[in-house]
């Protein structure tokens, strides 16, 4: 067994819905303490949910090569989906057992779809098989992908950090929106039932975002899809500054929940394009702490500005603005490599 594969294949997913399983389980039972209760929840669930998503992500980007901005959006499509159903069906549980048993029965369902990981492999080449399921042609660039650097390497590239910041500038609008625009909503005298609609509309719009576009990037090229899909983001921002009512957020909501979606599809198959896939789970996690960094961020700010300005334009400006300098951050990545640096 190679050094790695350990953390590359079924082990380490199924051990991670171990981790997310006991988490609820743990919660459910400590609910008379809430600093118990607390400690066992942030700390099982939320480490577990951290690591779930790059060992996905990681073995998606080594299966395809052809089809990987599609096969990554497919994948992604799941969280989405999972934010979007997840509360109703608690919701719909709580209503009939106690709170605590329909965590109980999440950790269940949780424990059960790990066994689907027991079918899991890192790469095909332990199957015997190819990615994409074509023998590879011989092409110096495809190898160079598949065998990559490992974290220390991609680190010290520039590219890595102007990628970084890429990742962390585009997540700020997502996060702003999802917090922010059901109280603007409210603040334009929509009813409570319209400003939740627009929050799942978001939702909606980004996992459709993650199912079609991904494809786009396959045809058009991931990272210049992903350029323009970060502009775009720029621009629906500014539309959302001018939007009054029901209907205009609502078109805005879901465009720009799609458009989130077509980034988060594309921002692991350009990161296997440049670093390689040997050790992309590494080199994902390490970016992906932007995306942590502007889930807290974002809507801290933004509710800041909205305390001094007593309005949301320039919160909106800021994810507009933000979105913009993504895209630069893109380009200086791409520029960064073309230019040696990495």
């Not at 294949?9 to 981790?19: C, D, P, Q």
């Not at 680190?155 to 890429?166: D, G, I, L, S, V």
């Not at 799942?200 to 939702?203: D, F, K, P, S």
């Given at each position: 067994m190679r050094r790695g594969r350990l953390f590359q294949?079924?082990?380490?997913?199924?051990?991670?819905?171990?981790?997310l399983a006991l988490g609820f389980v743990a919660s459910s039972l400590l609910s008379s303490s809430l600093v118990l209760f607390l400690g066992a929840f942030c700390i099982l669930v939320g480490l577990g949910v951290g690591l779930v998503y790059v060992p996905a992500v990681s073995t998606i980007a080594r299966w395809f090569v052809l089809w990987?901005?599609?096969?990554?959006?497919?994948?992604?499509?799941?969280?989405?989906l999972g934010t979007l159903l997840g509360p109703v069906v608690a919701g719909a549980l709580m209503e009939h057992p106690?709170?605590?048993l329909t965590m109980q029965v999440y950790a269940a369902a949780i424990a059960l779809t790990g066994l689907a990981a027991a079918v899991l492999r890192g790469r095909p080449e332990e199957l015997g098989l190819h990615p994409d399921g074509v023998p590879p042609s011989g092409d110096p660039a495809a190898g160079q992908s598949a065998q990559g650097m490992d974290l220390a390497q991609a680190?010290?590239?520039?590219?890595?950090?102007?990628?970084?910041?890429?990742i962390f500038l585009g997540s700020i609008g997502l996060f702003l929106a999802l917090i922010h625009i059901n109280p603007l909503a409210r603040q334009q005298g929509l009813s409570v039932a319209q400003a939740n609609g627009l929050i799942?509309?978001?939702?909606v719009g980004n996992v459709l975002g993650r199912l079609a576009l991904g494809r786009l990037g396959d045809r058009m090229g991931a990272l210049r899809f992903l350029l323009v899909l970060t502009v775009s983001l720029a621009v629906l921002c500014g539309l959302w500054a001018m939007a009054r009512g029901f209907v205009a957020l609502s078109g805005f909501a879901l465009v720009f929940g799609a458009a989130n979606g077509g980034c988060i599809a594309l921002y692991p198959a350009v990161a296997a394009t440049w670093f390689g896939t040997r050790n992309l789970g590494?080199?994902?996690g390490a970016l992906y702490v932007a995306v942590g960094i502007a889930a807290v961020a974002g809507g801290s700010l933004a509710g800041w500005l909205f305390d001094v300005w007593g309005g949301y334009t320039p919160s909106i400006l800021l994810a507009g603005g933000s979105a913009a300098l993504s895209a630069l951050a893109v380009w200086r990545a791409e520029c960064a490599g073309r230019d040696g640096r990495g």
């Open positions: 294949g079924w082990y380490i997913v199924g051990a991670v819905h171990v981790l990987r901005s599609s096969a990554s959006g497919i994948a992604l499509a799941g969280t989405g106690s709170w605590q680190a010290r590239q520039a590219r890595f950090w102007w990628y970084f910041a890429a799942g509309l978001i939702g590494a080199i994902l």
